[in-house]
């Protein structure tokens, strides 16, 4: 697989569940934690996203705050 300087990592909304995207910047550092709306439902997820040495990308989706 070929290291990309930008790539796309899906997640499923906190919320409702439906499949978002992201866009990963590795120059953000190795552990990247910020809020993006989901497009379906407009809610905030916590996103928190690693990189781990081989380039992998981990992302974890969680509610900001309790609806
Ligand atoms: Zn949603």
């Known amino acids: 697989m070929i290291a990309r300087r930008m790539r796309r990592v899906t997640y499923s909304c906190a919320f409702c569940g439906e499949d978002n995207e992201v866009f990963v910047d590795p120059s953000g550092g190795r552990r990247q934690v910020f809020t ?31 609806a």
């Open 36 to 66: 993006e709306d989901c497009t379906v439902c407009c809610r905030p997820n916590l996103i928190t996203l690693t990189i781990e040495d081989d380039g992998e990308v981990l992302l974890d989706a969680a509610q900001e705050y309790e």
